[in-house]
């Protein structure tokens, strides 16, 4: 029935859809649908752009069919000797964004030492191109915000927004959460924000705001996702913290170890631990900090993902698990990290800790002196069932042990010697992964005889360049490469962020990992056709422009050299 109604009833219908996952959806209905939304409603839904790139804040106060689009909005304050081409505006996230008003002259604004120049009414173009998007829904900053009227912003946009998020890019890396500095005073209208279905702070905080963060929570019932920001201590008799409200729809959390530490705030450590402990509705658990804090690890029975575990945690775990307290129930993805110290468990103990039926393990970083051999032995023997393995890409170190028969008078089969084999910090083949693993569908961190090709698609990648050393032989080489590994291992579909099941005569894909480490269709791709090249971007249905290959033309041979 909705495909047989007038264009202008579907124009109305599609316009009040804030949801860009509803609307690819609806998209997916019937053809007149997807007609309609993909080319004309689904462009502008998501925008990250920078605060000094002038077009498109110009756009938006000349286009008022355009600022209607745009429900979702990052402002990015990039650095200024950071310099893209325009075509890439719209369609980069914030690590890989650095757009500029000047990048139609990157060479002249390189060449001073103080970067382009910066108009000096930005703060009142940005407020008053801000006005235009009467149905932002979500809205972002990044990095520092002393220069924008944010509080205005907020003013006018407070009631209608379903999400916010504020990333001062200070003490987001776990290294440094000891000698950042506050994020100052946030602004008024942030405490006065009610309705949320998203709420990203990675911000540092004074303890004093605790409270007016909890009842920010307290009138945003339906939260689904939070990062929670980094709170300073505060002093030992300061006894009025109030309780987390429940949020019993919340799936997603970001959680600062420094404020669940054993040897930090003890009443600010306790309300978190309360409100995460048995909670009904959690299911991804991302711990965030510098590792090796004494850290509790609350019950988490809906748990599905847990991200960045460290030696602590482990630990923890471990200790738990001998006490006959159980953690986690049914764990789907567990992503490793930061197992720097000699580690006082053994890789058989995970078997305890985290279920068999895990499907995903993600190693991100070990010690070179851990023996992987008997690590991936380990991992083998508890988790038979895994689809995922993601190891180190660094590699990690290699022993292989085996009993060499000695030559004995009178001969006797039972007479032999242990034998060591160092094999150093290496990769492991492809093939002591699948032999081990028979269900693996996705791995990375392994030697896959593909160095040579990633390279290539990397500098691409990160250079803004004409694809100059990217010609149809390139392909050719890539497509037979992936081409055989697809033949030799028929189950594999993803090796090192490379896509095997694509239509390898036609097109080859490198997937980038996100910032989580994950590898997703949504993560940002380098697509590689016999005639062109293309980066798609993460949050982006259509890719950015091909370029085309570069025809290399064969030599001429002088008349004297015949």
Not at 195 to 222: A, E, K, Q
Not at 365 to 376: H, R, T
Not at 480 to 489: E, G, I, M, S, V
Not at 522 to 527: M, Q
Request: net charge negative; hydrophobic share 40%.
């Amino acid at each position: 029935m909705l495909s047989q109604q007038p264009a202008e009833v579907l124009e109305c219908i599609v316009d009040e859809l804030d949801g860009r996952e509803d609307l690819l959806a609806l998209a997916l209905a019937c053809s007149r649908l997807h007609n309609l939304i993909i080319p004309e409603h689904l462009s502008y839904r998501r925008v990250v752009v920078s605060v000094y790139f002038q077009p498109f804040f110009d756009l938006i106060l000349s286009r008022a069919d355009l600022a209607r689009r745009v429900r979702e909005l990052t402002i990015v304050n990039t650095t200024s000797n950071l310099v893209v081409p325009r075509g890439h505006a719209f369609r980069r996230q914030f690590d890989e964004t650095s757009l500029l008003s000047e990048d139609d002259e990157p060479d002249a604004a390189a060449a001073t030492d103080v970067g382009p120049r910066h108009p000096l009414d930005l703060p009142a173009l940005i407020e008053d191109a801000l006005r235009h998007l009467v149905r932002l829904r979500r809205l972002g900053f990044c990095g520092k915000i002393e220069q924008l009227p944010f509080d205005r912003i907020l003013a006018f946009h407070h009631e209608q927004l379903e999400g916010l998020a504020l990333d001062s890019k200070e003490g987001s890396d776990g290294m440094t959460e000891g000698t950042s500095r506050p994020y100052g005073a946030p602004p008024w209208h942030l405490w006065k924000l009610s309705g949320l279905r998203s709420l990203d702070l990675d911000i540092r905080l004074g303890h004093t705001y605790w409270n007016p963060f909890c009842d920010l929570l307290g009138r945003s019932p339906m939260l689904e996702s939070l990062v929670m920001p980094w709170f300073d201590p505060g002093p030992i008799t300061y006894a009025s913290y109030a309780s987390l409200p429940p949020l019993s729809y919340l799936k997603r959390i970001t959680v600062r170890e420094a404020n669940l530490a054993l040897d930090g705030d003890a009443l600010l450590s306790h309300r978190i631990y309360t409100f995460l402990n048995d909670h009904p509705s959690l299911q991804e658990v991302v711990w965030k900090g510098r590792a090796g804090y004494p850290t509790r690890m609350p019950r988490l029975p809906e748990a599905k993902r847990m991200l960045n575990i460290n030696q602590a945690h482990m630990l923890e775990l471990l200790r738990l698990h001998k006490s006959n307290e159980y953690v986690v129930f049914d764990l789907d993805m567990v992503i490793i990290t930061n197992i720097k110290l000699a580690p006082r468990w053994s890789w058989l103990d995970l078997s305890s800790i985290f279920p068999p039926s895990l499907r995903a393990l993600y190693i991100v970083e070990l010690q070179d002196d851990i023996e992987s051999n008997g690590m991936l032995d380990a991992l083998a023997q508890s988790f038979e069932n895994l689809e995922e393995l993601h190891l180190p890409e660094h590699g990690s170190h290699y022993v292989t042990k085996r009993f060499k028969p000695l030559h004995t008078y009178p001969p006797t089969k039972f007479a032999t010697r242990l034998e060591i084999i160092d094999e150093g910090v290496r990769r492991p083949k492809v093939g002591e992964l699948v032999g081990r693993f028979v269900n693996l569908r996705s791995i990375s961190g392994v030697d896959a005889g593909l160095d040579a090709q990633t390279l290539i698609m990397v500098d691409y990648k990160n250079s803004n360049s004409l694809p100059m050393d990217i010609d149809v032989k390139t392909f050719l080489q890539m497509s037979r490469a992936l081409t055989a590994l697809r033949t030799q291992f028929p189950k594999l579909r993803h090796v090192n962020g490379w896509c095997l099941d694509t239509d390898l005569a036609h097109s080859v894909v490198l997937t980038f990992a996100a910032a989580d480490g994950l590898m997703r269709e949504s993560s940002t791709r380098v697509v590689l056709t016999r005639e062109s090249i293309r980066i798609h971007y993460a949050g982006t249905v259509a890719d950015s422009q091909p370029v085309p290959l570069q025809y290399k033309r064969p030599n001429p041979i002088l008349r004297g050299e015949l």
